[in-house]
């Protein structure tokens, strides 16, 4: 997309916020206009606005970073005031049972094809086992055993729509085909939870159940993820459930 386009500067200004990512999470003026297209003139003209207003902030060697107002704002999402802070306490508990890295994500879908499992929580300590994922992080669906519990909840419509999308191979172990991914995900729904065994990081397996449907908010599931070779899949399958559980009574009962 060009200025030509007729874009307007709100759409402007969240192209550019769109380029921060993981592996760069502060940018120089010259890889933000290499990925908005934006003209020079246009572009600073729109850093100056957003630095003025908190969105971004300025660091050494005239970079930019994500800014302070920018992360208070998404605190306000009910994502972190409702889901968050009534799931840590649960996520706690799973923690202390099981010394293995806890997550919390949810279904995020402009629209199927596109859909991901988006990060909002996560416990860890100094016995878990180093992963991927990370606050505010986004996996693929049918790679990990929380994206997995969440697929597993959803109509034939949806699912069709989903598998427009080629499902992209992040280990030798991810399932790529639609084919066998509705197997496991029929598998999914008879056990009661998810399992992604080295299917987004070699070593790993992730266990996962959804929390049910919650009004107001969009599609959650918690689980955990443990070396493979340690993993007690029912007894890790049991605690996940039963927090999962815990954690939908609560969440209904807030609102």
């Known amino acids: 997309m060009t200025e030509a386009d007729g874009e307007g500067i709100l759409a402007r200004a969240v192209r550019i916020l769109s380029c921060f990512t993981d592996e760069e999470p502060d940018l120089g003026a010259t890889r933000i206009a290499e990925r908005t297209g934006l003209s020079p003139s246009t572009l600073h003209r729109i850093l100056a606005q957003l630095v003025d207003h908190g969105l971004l902030a300025r660091s050494p060697g005239r970079r930019y970073i994500v800014g302070p107002r920018l992360w ?8 972190s005031l409702r889901l968050r ?31 991901s499992a988006l990060y909002v929580g996560r416990v860890t300590g100094h016995a878990s086992i180093p992963t991927l994922s990370r606050m505010g992080g986004r996996h693929p ?43 496991d995900l029929a598998a999914t729904r008879r ?65």
């Open 72 to 79: 208070e704002l998404g605190e306000l999402s009910p994502l």
């Open 141 to 183: 669906l049918h790679a990990v055993g929380v994206g997995k519990a969440m697929l597993a909840q959803q109509g034939d419509d949806w699912l069709r729509a989903f598998f427009e999308a080629p499902l992209e191979r992040e280990t030798v172990h991810t399932i790529t085909t639609e084919e066998a991914l509705r197997e």
């Open 85 to 115: 802070e009534t799931a840590l306490p649960h996520m706690q508990r799973l923690y202390e049972a099981t010394a293995e890295n806890v997550h919390l994500a949810v279904l995020d879908a402009p629209q199927p094809a596109r859909a």
């Open 191 to 255: 056990r009661g939870y998810a399992v992604a065994r080295e299917e987004m990081t070699l070593g790993n397996i992730s266990i996962a159940a959804m929390v049910g449907t919650v009004r107001g908010l969009p599609p959650v599931a918690i689980g955990v993820v443990a070396h493979i070779e340690r993993a007690d899949e029912r007894r890790l399958a049991r605690l996940v459930r039963q927090a999962a559980d815990a954690l939908g009574r609560d969440l209904r009962e807030s609102r």
